[in-house]
């Protein structure tokens, strides 16, 4: 029988561990300012953009206290560490707030520590002297237990300021042929919060679209999540009687909402 337990919550708490996603390589201008706008209605956390979105971001989003987040190296991570260098500092330039990075995933299963953390550390140094914040995305579904743990631990002793599962494009091949991205899990996000010092947070990102897949992580001591779901989530919210102080109760399972701990997806 799996355990629940009432949050109390507001929908401002709710709207601010959300970075609302941007990246699905189709979407047009157009699309991507009715996103931008619609991050600025909700007042989330950030807007998660491609570096050639952050002029827009800051035109719509400046002064509503909404952070610009800008992606690198993504979605794949094989770009050379100076052109990642690169990317993140124009985005800083441009005005984001917060980058999001992803790991060279070659060099973390082929054991290449020196590389991985080198790389990382260059990024952080550079981002964090311009003022802004590093998150560092694994892309957990190609790697086991071991690197993720490793990879917690060069974070939190550089450190940064938070550690992502997913970009959600990370794609694996399935016994049946077809490919699939389970993202953020249960046990990868219990695993990170076990290896990662008090000064680093964590992003779930990858497969987050309800508002129980939310608080499921926000008792897993999540800090934020990433998702294009934003709307649903938060109406969702209201529609539970969740208002802007935190009165409203979400009844969310302390393990996963649908009873899934054997590393499934949420």
């Excluded at 990075?101 to 991985?116: A, C, R, S, T």
């Excluded at 071991?146 to 917690?152: G, P």
């Excluded at 649903?232 to 009873?259: C, Q, T, W």
């Amino acid at each position: 029988m799996t355990a629940s337990t009432a949050v109390a919550v507001s929908l401002s708490q709710i709207a601010k561990m959300i970075d609302h996603s941007l990246l699905h390589p189709t979407m047009t201008d157009k699309e991507i300012l009715a996103g931008l706008q619609m991050a600025k209605r909700y007042r989330v956390a950030a807007a998660c953009v491609k570096p050639y979105s952050v002029p827009i971001a800051k035109d719509v989003l400046d002064g509503s206290g909404v952070l610009i987040c800008a992606v690198i190296g993504f979605p794949h991570g094989n770009s050379t560490s100076e052109i990642k260098l690169l990317e993140a500092e124009e985005a800083v330039k441009a005005g984001a707030h917060e980058i999001d990075m992803v790991v060279n995933v070659g060099k973390v299963l082929g054991g290449d520590w020196e590389y991985v953390a080198n790389e990382i550390r260059a990024i952080n140094d550079t981002v964090v002297k311009r003022g802004a914040a590093l998150k560092v995305i694994f892309e957990t579904d190609f790697l086991q237990d071991e690197h993720i743990a490793h990879l917690c631990k060069i974070c939190t002793a550089l450190p940064v300021a938070f550690v992502k599962t997913s970009t959600g494009f990370g794609f694996v091949k399935q016994p049946n042929g077809m490919y699939a991205c389970k993202g953020a899990t249960v046990p990868h996000l219990q695993l990170m919060k076990a290896n990662i010092g008090p000064n680093v947070q964590i992003k779930a990102s990858g497969g987050i679209r309800t508002l129980d897949e939310v608080m499921v992580a926000m008792t897993l001591g999540v800090s934020r999540v990433g998702t294009s779901s934003t709307a649903a989530i938060m109406e969702e919210a209201a529609s539970r009687g969740i208002e802007n102080s935190p009165k409203g109760f979400a009844l969310v399972s302390l393990v996963d909402p649908y009873g899934q701990t054997d590393g499934k997806a949420f």
